[in-house]
């Protein structure tokens, strides 16, 4: 067989290839003659042939069938055939092949080898991809190996055993007696070796780091003796000796300090030294400089010395490199809680960095400057971010609005400059304002009584120049509808009052109502402003035009109200002026049902709050502890339909008030009976003004079940799971009506033990249609938190036939999946 050309020629011969076809026809050539050579197991070769199959796998092509041929060449007593057979194995196999662990004698016996750079290969190899189980069988040689006078290997097997730790962390302590004298050692590459071990022993172990901690004066001599010795021509960098082994060390002390205040103190000196010594003019310097800052910043350093390390992160602020300005934003973000004073001397760094053309840069500038935002410099600061919230891309005008809405609340001066600003926003950059920042600015106004004359004014100018941002003309609509009086009136004293007359109002809301810039919540807004103004402007006839108009509105939320409207006019026009009166002041705290809204990172967040329940209220004998003897006493919590619908209503409608009418017969309901004394499980209200009743509905698979078959009445239960709460059952309840005649007045009660919690909501109807032609539905909500059997106790009360029905029955056949 003729000799294989050379790895030099496969190269030059790949590269002349023009198309990615012609390379791939010469990479398969190849191989195949690849493959023959090492099916006639031809050792001259091997070593040639192994390494073009390497070139091969760095351009991307298969070369595993080499796998066993590096294994060969590893067994080889040449040193040649040797380096390319761990180079091999190095880049064709890893821990998840049971191949390598084939090496593990060879790699023990090279280990052992009289040649150092035999030893150094092996060394390589096992640190780049051996397992757990070759680094426990091997773990003996590389101690060993640490522990030799021979400084090629030392800084080698120092690599090795960090792998080994990583891959077996209870064999740190097998190395712990190596090394005592490895930071004694002259040779800069076993230092630096030495130092990635420690760390990593230090990380991995507290008592590591507690043992280590006593080396600290030894790391600082090691660091001082670097940065005060002359020029090394084997270890300069631009001007400086070993910034590598600089920034190891460094990066260990940071470690070692970290919460101990006697090494903390015997660090500061060299920190100061480092950080007022080293060379800024050159790349080299600011890393060192950089990882001195995060040192300071890390342990319990001396207060000056932060002063002095944020100034460096000052002057990296005013550096060209981008990467440089970025990572001192980053690091003054996060010292600023802990040292705000010391990065408020770079305030106005900081503010033009906003102008920097960098997005990444502009980010953190802006973040760092909401940061430094407080009560002495809340009027500067916010006339900078207003300035770049004018001229910012689209991606940043969420974030930084949101920041001046949260600042502006936190550090106002006054209610005027807090109003004046949040109008500026929302003229800005009304587009992307939170959902919130709407109710948050109307509560805001309201509760400033003396602002609401120079408010409405404002608003009513900012409406005539722009109409676009659509969170500023919903303000304005409210504003305009609850203070209109104001505005024509003309009383306000912060500026000079302008004339309008009641028609121009009317024309400016009445325009929002018809534009097609208005969204459907604006008009909603426009048209209750314009209902309001019946009650404080004299122009009633025309106000009842328009709002009749709407009557017949494509937009059903706009029709609803101009119908309920409509009514207000003409049946209750008695009660107009008091429904339609001012606003009171609004409580901050107040809060619908039992959620309170809670800020996250520029969002709200509806959070369930703990509740506190009246005391009971005692009562005599009533319907609903008749209720309670039928169903058995004590252990049972009922839930009990409040009233009958007269017509048909979806499943999903209104809650059930618990605490409401109790009917236990047909007919129509009682007058309201006091409460009853019974605690009102947390979630059965939750979300009642944020979010819809039902979250998203899932079928579980569970098998339904007939729960009552009797006098032709029929009740069949479907389950459902919700989502996302896994512990709530949702039953449809099925009631259906196989006599001749129809079963009017029909109410169905539950109750459960107290280890539940049951909602039942109302009906779809009261009527049982006769013959199976119609079924009535009604959904009943069950939270089972301790995943206990579910028991049920049943309440039928009908009419049929003129003749009034109740029956009790107890459901305990309830299918495992329901409950489980």
Not at 554 to 566: M, S
């Amino acid at each position: 067989m003729p000799a294989p050309i050379r790895l030099r020629e496969l190269i030059r011969t790949i590269r002349t290839a023009r198309t990615q076809a012609e390379e791939r026809e010469m990479i398969q050539k190849e191989c195949a003659a690849i493959r023959s050579s090492f099916r006639e197991e031809d050792n001259t070769y091997r070593c040639r042939n192994v390494a073009k199959l390497l070139y091969m796998h760095m351009l991307g092509y298969p070369a595993h069938f080499g796998q066993l041929e590096c294994l060969k060449l590893i067994a080889s007593q040449k040193f040649t055939d040797k380096r390319i057979g761990y180079l091999g194995a190095m880049l064709l196999l890893d821990e998840r092949q049971d191949v390598h662990l084939l090496m593990t004698n060879c790699i023990k016996n090279d280990l052992n080898h009289s040649t150092q750079y035999v030893q150094g290969l092996a060394l390589c190899t096992l640190g780049c991809m051996g397992s757990s189980e070759m680094c426990r069988d091997l773990a003996g040689e590389v101690e060993k190996l640490l522990k030799t006078s021979n400084s090629y290997l030392r800084k080698k097997a120092a690599l090795c055993a960090v792998h080994v730790i990583r891959k077996v962390p209870e064999l740190m302590e097998m190395f712990l007696p190596a090394t005592k004298n490895l930071l004694s050692e002259k040779n800069h590459g076993v230092l630096h070796t030495s130092v990635v071990l420690l760390t990593e022993m230090c990380e991995r172990s507290p008592d590591m780091l507690a043992h280590f901690r006593k080396l600290v004066p030894q790391l600082v001599r090691i660091l001082k003796n670097l940065i005060m010795s002359g020029y090394s021509p084997e270890h300069d960098v631009s001007g400086i000796s070993d910034p590598f082994l600089q920034v190891r060390i460094l990066r260990l002390l940071r470690i070692l300090g970290k919460n101990d205040d006697d090494s903390s103190e015997a660090m500061n000196d060299i920190l100061a030294q480092v950080a007022t010594n080293t060379e800024t003019s050159k790349n080299v310097g600011n890393a060192i400089l950089y990882e001195t800052v995060l040192t300071i910043m890390d342990i319990k350093s001396e207060s000056g010395l932060r002063v002095l390390a944020i100034n460096i992160l000052g002057r990296f602020l005013l550096n060209n490199d981008k990467n440089i300005r970025y990572v001192a934003l980053t690091s003054l973000l996060k010292t600023v809680q802990t040292d705000h004073n010391a990065v408020q001397r770079h305030r106005s760094t900081i503010v033009d960095c906003l102008k920097d053309l960098d997005v990444s840069i502009k980010r953190r500038a802006m973040e760092l400057s909401f940061a430094l935002v407080n009560g002495n410099n809340i009027r500067g600061m916010m006339k900078e971010l207003l300035y770049f919230l004018d001229s910012c891309d689209p991606e940043f005008k969420a974030d930084c609005a949101s920041g001046v809405f949260l600042a502006a609340e936190k550090y106002a001066p006054s209610k005027r400059w807090h109003i004046d600003t949040i109008m500026r926003v929302l003229t800005t950059a009304g587009s992307y304002v939170r959902d919130d920042s709407v109710p948050n600015l109307i509560q805001l106004i309201t509760n400033s009584v003396e602002m609401h004359a120079y408010t409405v004014q404002r608003l009513y100018k900012a409406l005539l120049d722009d109409i676009s941002q659509q969170p500023l003309v919903q303000v304005a609509s409210w504003c305009i509808g609850e203070y209109g009086d104001l505005l024509v009136s003309g009383q306000c004293e912060e500026e000079e009052p302008i004339q309008v007359t009641e028609d121009e109002v009317l024309d400016v809301l009445e325009g929002l109502l018809v534009s097609n810039l208005s969204t459907p919540v604006t008009r909603g807004y426009s048209l209750t402003a314009i209902m309001k103004l019946s009650t404080r402007f004299s122009s009633v006839n025309r106000i009842k035009k328009v709002v009749s108009i709407y009557g017949s509105s494509i937009d059903v939320e706009l029709q609803q109200r101009a119908v309920e409207y409509n009514a207000l006019f003409k049946k209750y026009d008695h009660m107009r002026s008091a429904l339609l009166e001012r606003m009171p002041i609004m409580e901050k705290t107040a809060s619908n049902g039992p959620t309170e809204i809670v800020q996250t990172n520029g969002e709200t967040d509806p959070s369930v709050v703990e509740t506190k329940h009246p005391p009971p209220v005692t009562q005599s004998t009533n319907q609903a502890t008749d209720l309670l003897d039928l169903l058995g006493g004590n252990d049972m919590v009922p839930v009990i339909q409040t009233s009958v619908p007269t017509k048909p209503a979806s499943a999903g409608g209104e809650l059930l008030d618990l605490l409401g009418d109790l009917s236990l017969s047909g007919g129509p309901a009682p007058t309201p009976a006091p409460s009853v004394p019974t605690s009102q499980p947390p979630f059965l209200l939750d979300g009642l003004s944020s979010q819809p009743l039902f979250n998203d509905i899932a079928a579980a698979g569970i098998p339904p079940m007939t729960a009552y078959n009797k006098n032709g009445l029929k009740i069949d239960f479907t389950f459902e799971r919700a989502n996302p709460n896994p512990n709530i059952a949702v039953i449809t309840i099925n009631a259906s009506n196989s006599t001749e005649a129809d079963m009017t007045d029909f109410v169905f009660q539950a109750a459960v033990p107290k280890t539940f919690q049951l909602q039942l909501l109302s009906p779809s109807s009261n009527v049982v249609p006769a013959l199976n032609q119609g079924t009535v539905t009604q959904v009943i909500r069950v939270l089972n938190p301790q995943k206990q059997q579910l028991r049920m106790r049943i309440k039928l009360t009908y009419t049929h036939r003129a003749s009034s029905i109740q029956d009790l029955a107890e459901v305990n056949n309830f299918p495992p999946q329901s409950w489980q």
